[in-house]
């Protein structure tokens, strides 16, 4: 289960100093809280994650205990018990709040599982103390497992071409949106602009596409990405930088598009400037792309030869191909 909230807090530790979180960004996390120390629940389970916290960070992962204690309290009892992991107090209970693991003023005592970039990717609440560290630790190294691969949502995007003509919510094209617009540019610079094109002006739109790209008709939406030199970094060799953060950002979409269930779609295929003309975009500016949306729809309604690739295999060429250790790869002559 995935959550939002992550690794951007900070408490005070054991000895009172400020223990920032995402000072743990890079390691997975286990972030556990627990209702009061030196009882006998929260001692069994402190020291049974101290028990296997040698195998918690050959795993690259650190554990974080959380109570409503104060730090003299928790020092106590980090000493009593022999515990080598950092304990952080949340006398206000606002992390816990926001955890949702405060109810009634008390402590529901509950673990979370972080992974390398301070997301929360499993959660336990009403933890049974027996059995439940050796679980954690099962878990962590599923998650491990599973993040040695390709992320999944890249792994199983395609350039669909199939779409249904149904209405997209303006909430899902906003989120794709903002997604795009948290990709990294040159030096912050942001150089992309975005039209969504619905209605009649997607009517518009559409009559600039040619033949080839007929599938496209049925899209409820469309979103035109365009930008200018100016707006971006300009570098040696003839470098114009903001082509490839439009890129970027393109890709964020695509991902985003792909988590949601939606086909997204850039094509090269257009006539710019009559997009241009129709959604208002200067004329200075280039118009790199036009990003197809759509839900994915029935292949019986393409071309025999879109169908084929719809439900094909994905092709890409050998990585030996794109992939060069120390110099640049050999063509394929």
């Not at 030196?38 to 109570?67: D, H, I, K, M, Y």
């Not at 209970?93 to 926001?98: R, V």
């Not at 200067?282 to 792309?289: N, Q, R």
């Amino acid at each position: 289960m995935l959550f939002d909230f992550g690794l951007d807090f900070t408490l005070p530790d054991k000895d009172g100093r400020a223990f920032p979180l995402t000072s743990l960004l890079g390691r997975y996390v286990v972030l556990y809280f627990f209702p009061r120390a030196g009882t006998p629940g929260c001692t069994r389970e402190a020291r049974e994650f101290q028990e296997n916290l040698p195998r918690f960070r050959s795993q690259g992962a650190e554990v974080v205990g959380v109570s409503p204690d104060s730090p003299m309290r928790l020092a106590r009892f980090a000493e009593r018990n022999a515990l080598e992991f950092p304990l952080l107090s949340d006398e206000d209970g606002k992390l816990a709040e926001a955890y949702g693991v405060r109810s009634e003023g008390k402590f529901v005592r509950s673990t979370f599982l972080l992974d390398r970039a301070g997301v929360v990717r499993w959660a336990w609440r009403n933890v049974l103390v027996p059995g439940h560290v050796e679980e954690v630790l099962t878990t962590l190294e599923a998650l491990i497992k599973a993040e040695r691969n390709v992320n999944a949502l890249i792994a199983v995007r395609r350039a669909k071409r199939a779409l249904r003509p149904d209405p997209i919510p303006q909430e899902d094209i906003t989120r794709l949106i903002e997604a795009a617009h948290l990709a990294p540019s040159c030096f912050n610079n942001q150089p992309w602009r975005f039209v969504v094109a619905q209605g009649e002006k997607l009517e518009e739109v559409k009559k600039a596409l040619p033949g080839g790209n007929y599938w496209a008709l049925k899209a409820p939406a469309i979103v035109a990405v365009a930008s200018h030199p100016d707006l971006d970094c300009r570098l040696s060799d003839h470098r114009d930088y903001f082509l490839f953060d439009c890129g970027l950002a393109v890709g964020f979409l695509m991902v985003q598009a792909t988590q949601i269930g939606l086909v997204a779609h850039p094509i090269a295929g257009y006539d710019p400037l009559a997009v241009k003309r129709a959604l208002g975009i200067p004329e200075d500016y280039i118009l790199i792309t036009l990003v197809v949306l759509g839900w994915p729809g029935d292949p019986a309604d393409l071309s025999e030869k879109h169908r084929e690739l719809e439900l094909g295999p994905r092709i890409r060429r050998p990585l030996a191909e794109v992939l060069g250790w120390n110099a640049f790869p050999k063509e394929e002559k």
